[in-house]
């Protein structure tokens, strides 16, 4: 129970660490410096696999974004259905589970296949992908894990206090036994001595 307790309390902690980050240099413009920039265009591949269309063309990506955004999961879902395993259908996959409503493990399985062809990626698309996506989709993840804890930890603890109660109920009534028993034995013991 005390390292479960602990566990809750070091994802809270880093949770609590993590939404509080920005709010640590308030005042202070943060430095970061570019590894890439986007000059002209963008395109994600050097080379791009063959089959692969719209290499070159962030707007298509973008409107696929906007469209999944405006799809209930349930649609999103069925077109992840239809998808292959082309670097085309992972990069749309990944584009599907973006918005805040797709389930954990949807989310969880695009981002890792998104991993696998990212590592091919021009260095621009690489970190446009994780500035624009990937850095909020894995702190949304994060979150999600951390609430999955938290909940798991509350109905442990809530099942706990049941069956304290329970308890408590029995040994009410032990005790209100115990004590009919002693005013019992006190009124046998008043009438034999008199």
């Not at 070091?10 to 993590?18: H, I, K, N």
């Amino acid at each position: 129970m005390r390292i479960s307790g602990l566990i809750v309390a070091l994802l809270v902690l880093t949770g609590c660490q993590s939404l509080t980050r920005n709010n640590d240099n308030a005042g202070e413009p943060e430095k970061v410096t570019p590894v890439a920039k986007i000059e002209r265009g963008l395109c994600l591949f050097v080379e791009p696999p063959q089959g692969f269309e719209h290499n070159c063309d962030a707007t298509y990506w973008l409107n696929a974004w906007i469209d999944a955004a405006n799809q209930p999961w349930l649609e999103r879902k069925q077109a992840l259905k239809a998808l292959g395993d082309t670097a085309s259908d992972t990069l749309h996959a990944y584009v599907l589970t973006l918005p805040t409503d797709t389930p954990y493990q949807d989310r969880l399985r695009a981002q890792l296949a998104l991993n696998d062809i990212a590592g091919t990626f021009t260095t621009t698309a690489q970190e446009v992908v994780t500035v624009i996506a990937a850095s909020h989709n894995n702190q949304i993840m994060q979150l999600e894990s951390a609430m999955v804890v938290l909940e798991q930890e509350n109905t442990s603890r809530g099942e706990k206090v049941k069956a304290l109660e329970i308890e408590a109920v029995n040994l009410r009534k032990k005790l209100e036994e115990l004590l009919q028993i002693e005013a019992t034995l006190m009124d046998k013991n008043r009438s034999t001595q008199q």
